[in-house]
């Protein structure tokens, strides 16, 4: 375990995460050549939508060997509507890299990945890329770094350049020039004796200066102006980093290679090692994978090492590069693996020795805001039942999307956090599983909020000689939160009766534009005939909600978006004159003159196509990102 490290990769959308990706592999001599993520050949990218849209939508796996260590390296999605992925990614890793544009800095996404590393106390590395335009300041993007994160960048790489080109990195911690060889892999070049450049003094001295604060034999040697060698630096910064105060960062060009070599030899001396797994459990489910080919499979940490002789029965573990499987005969502790099993596996199981289900450690379910619904409908009547299994395959991959089934209309409803989410999954529903649906036209999915309380409803109905009567109270909770039920006075017979049909009224809501949140609905009396039918039960209280809560009582709400975008100046002017035509309102606007930016909050409903928007009126040359803001009440 001491040699083995997970990291984990995360970047705001185009910021150069799997070209990074790409560079570390080629680096490592695992690809002969880097893949581009523009020409659809990126090794982590291998599903028909990555290729096709360029971006990352599952979390690849690739491995490994630098200077003796074996590296588990896995790309997450960059983009908002695939944040599950990162999830559960991070539950694999001990370490991350966070890549940040030296074009616009610490955008929406990276601190969302930031936030997220913070929650799962991952230690984080940044690589700070796109230096290979000099007109980016690396001394900007590292102030938006600290004041984003709120701690201290310890820059241990420096780009040189020439005549406004990038051509060699100054690397702190070895005081050597990177250099390219022929094959545009990062080769060290020594100074000889007091040929440093200054700038590579400046910063070998400022990481002297920030290890002094944790180390005292550090701070001896530089109190006495003695020479602090790599090696005691290197100690030092060990245990800097391992505070969560300072955060070391690499400065180059992914795509130019230049500073990887800095980043992959930094991981070797500062990633974390791989926790204390319970040897006695054999490991955790973290994804659920589909491919057409090889049906399902799952991404797998082991706790435990096994030989194949003493595999569970039915289980087989494989390397994964790209989405090949490549058999093991042996598994090792802190590991990471596909998996195949005759069983059906779970998304965040613990699976024991013999291959049974311990405990399910992984809980992705509720955290995720669904903020479009889609109907769905099969076309061709004999294609139902694959429809309905191919849709609870990749649910259970998924847990950020949810499905209703409409009994009485015969379709379903799919509730996706975004537009490209819902396109892929169409996408795939289609090409790996050959299922044929019609899709509506996307919609918002609104909340509703009681106004004001209700209080001591009466309601009283009968059917044949049976009857019943309910008396209930409700009131908003004051967030968007899920319902709560307080049964007081009803038998205990009756308890998931009576909250079933509470619940079932609440979510498909009063006015019809969204379910019912945030509402304490307080039970305080029931009483029904002797031996009456469930009917009349459901009956009593699906009157008195529909009775009680009318449309007058209820607030909507509806999802508002926080959208940035970035462009040439020319285009500026254009884009934010769209966003006040969707109704938003341009909250800042910044520029060099040359590139203009701005942040703007837009209702959801106005943003469909707005990709397609955006593409038109920059000609291809604007970037943009977006993050669920909140949802605000609808004002008549």
Not at 411 to 433: A, H, K, P
Not at 515 to 523: E, I
Not at 620 to 625: D, E, H, L, Q
Request: with cysteine; charged share 25%.
């Amino acid at each position: 375990m001491e040699t083995l490290r997970n990291i984990a990769i995360l970047a705001h959308v185009d910021a150069g995460k799997t070209t990074l990706s790409e560079r570390i592999l080629f680096t490592a001599s695992e690809i002969r050549r880097p893949g581009d993520v523009e020409d659809g050949l990126a090794t982590m990218d291998y599903l028909v939508e990555e290729k096709n849209r360029g971006i990352t939508i599952e979390a690849g796996i690739a491995h490994f060997v630098w200077r003796k260590i074996w590296f588990n390296f896995i790309d997450t999605p960059g983009h908002i509507d695939f944040g599950a992925e990162v999830d559960s990614a991070l539950s694999a890793a001990e370490s991350a890299v966070l890549v940040v544009s030296a074009s616009s800095g610490v955008e929406t996404q990276t601190l969302t990945a930031w936030r997220k590393l913070q929650a799962h106390a991952l230690r984080t590395f940044v690589f700070i890329n796109k230096l290979d335009n000099p007109a980016y300041s690396l001394d900007e993007t590292l102030l938006s770094i600290e004041e984003s994160f709120n701690v201290r960048p310890i820059l241990l790489s420096i780009p040189e350049y020439q005549n406004g080109k990038l051509v060699s990195v100054l690397d702190v911690l070895s005081k050597t020039r990177l250099i390219h060889n022929e094959d545009g892999r990062e080769i060290p070049e020594k100074f000889l004796p007091g040929e440093e450049p200054e700038i590579l003094k400046k910063f070998y001295a400022e990481a002297v200066d920030f290890a002094s604060n944790i180390d005292d034999e550090v701070l001896e040697k530089a109190l006495s102006n003695e020479e602090v060698s790599p090696q005691l630096l290197i100690q030092a910064l060990e245990k800097l980093v391992a505070s969560g105060k300072y955060i070391l960062c690499y400065a180059g060009s992914a795509k130019k290679n230049f500073s990887v070599r800095s980043l992959m030899t930094s991981l070797t001396f500062f990633a974390a090692p791989c926790p204390a797994l319970n040897s006695s459990e054999l490991g955790l489910v973290f994804r659920l994978r589909y491919f057409h080919h090889e049906g399902e499979v799952a991404l797998f940490r082991a706790h435990t090492g096994l030989k194949k002789e003493n595999f569970p029965e039915g289980f087989e573990f494989f390397r994964m590069r790209g989405n090949l499987l490549l058999p093991v005969m042996e598994i090792r502790q802190g590991d990471i693996y596909a998996l195949k099993a005759k069983r059906v596996l779970e998304l965040g199981e613990v699976i024991s020795l013999q291959g049974e289900k311990l405990r399910c450690a992984l809980d992705l379910s509720g955290h995720y805001q669904p903020l479009l619904q889609t109907r769905l409908e099969c076309l061709a009547e004999e294609d139902f039942t694959k429809t309905k299994n191919a849709i609870a395959t990749l649910l259970r991959t998924d847990p950020s999307f949810k499905i209703d089934y409409k009994e009485e209309t015969g379709n379903w409803i799919v509730y996706t956090v975004g537009e490209v989410q819902l396109e892929v999954l169409l996408s795939r529903l289609e090409r790996e599983f050959k299922c044929k649906v019609s899709a509506g036209m996307p919609e918002v999915t609104y909340q509703e909020r009681l106004k004001e309380p209700i209080k001591n409803f009466f309601n009283k109905c009968c059917l044949g000689p049976f009857e019943a009567s309910v008396e209930f109270s409700a009131e908003d909770k004051g967030d968007f939160s899920n319902n709560e039920i307080l049964i007081l006075g009803c038998p205990e017979r009756d308890l998931p009766i009576v909250s079933d049909a509470l619940q079932e009224l609440a979510g498909e809501g009063v006015v019809g534009k969204g379910k019912l949140c945030g509402s304490r609905f307080k039970l305080e009396f029931l009483n029904v005939s002797e031996n009456a039918p469930l009917s009349v039960l459901q009956k009593v209280c699906t009157d008195a909600f529909k009775l009680a809560i009318l449309p007058k009582n209820i607030s909507v709400y509806e999802p508002i978006m926080e959208v940035f975008a970035e462009s040439p100046a020319n285009y500026a002017g254009a884009l934010t004159g769209d966003i006040h035509f969707r109704q938003g309102k341009v909250l800042s606007i910044s520029g060099d003159g040359n590139i203009h930016s701005f942040y703007a909050e837009v209702p959801l409903k106005n943003l469909f196509g707005y990709a397609t928007a955006v593409r038109s009126i920059s000609r291809g040359t604007a970037i943009y990102s977006m993050r669920f803001l909140e949802y605000r009440e609808i004002k008549d």
